[in-house]
């Protein structure tokens, strides 16, 4: 009698992150990059969810955005970004090989989040949701000087280290929410940012970034 292990049915990824947030964006991403199908649901931080008790079980320090597999579950944007690199289909990670690339993918990843996502954070709270408080010409400039850098670092390179890398996730994710809070000029007055965001938008990827309505209204796009 022929005997064979009844085949388990794959668990669909489940993700929790919230609209106006830059590493969600990120995560969404990634996730349609490497065609992995990720369930989203939105936790509204600005209500203050990622403070909620059933949600501080699941993420003690309140981390987001926050997947689960099944049994297994990883917080915080450069683990699910890591986790969805490698579980997701191909056999190509987005780490570069060679050490010199990885360096340079690192340090514009750095830049991104150290530098470039407080100051556009102080945008998204003041054009998108209409809190004030963070100082807008101070948070414009310093995304400039970052910009200004990174448009000379790209030149004649194809994706900000010259492979599609997670830096372009990165800055992709970045570029997407300065348009959304009206600064696309940021990106398009310089001409090799300008043409490498024609490159990304370009990606099948980049569609299920949500728009301006779907961050307004607190919605996000699974990714199928």
Known sequence: MPFWK???????????????????????LMAAEKNVQLDVEVLD??????????????????????????????TSVNAVLAFLDVRGAGNSLLN??????FGQQNYWC?????????????????????????????????INIALDELDKFIDNKEYIVGEYSFADVH????????VLVGAED???????????????????SYAGLPSLDD??????????
């Open 6 to 28: 009844k085949k388990k049915q794959p668990v669909r990824m489940k993700m929790r992150g919230f609209t106006g947030d830059v590493n969600t964006a990120k995560c969404l």
């Open 45 to 74: 931080v600005k209500a203050g969810a990622a403070d909620d008790e059933a949600y501080r079980a699941l993420s003690p320090l309140g981390k987001f955005p926050f997947l689960e597999e099944g049994d297994y579950s990883v």
């Open 96 to 101: 570069p090989k060679k050490a010199q690339l």
């Open 110 to 142: 750095q830049v991104s989040r150290t530098q470039c996502e407080p100051a556009l954070k102080v945008l998204i709270d003041a054009n998108i949701y209409d809190e004030k408080g963070g100082d807008t010409d101070a948070a414009c400039a310093t």
């Open 171 to 178: 800055w992709t994710a970045v570029a997407h929410m300065l």
């Open 186 to 204: 940021a990106i398009t007055s310089r001409s090799n940012m300008s043409a490498w965001f024609d490159r990304v938008k370009a990606r099948p």
């Open 215 to 224: 961050v307004k209204n607190k919605q996000l796009r699974s990714v199928a």
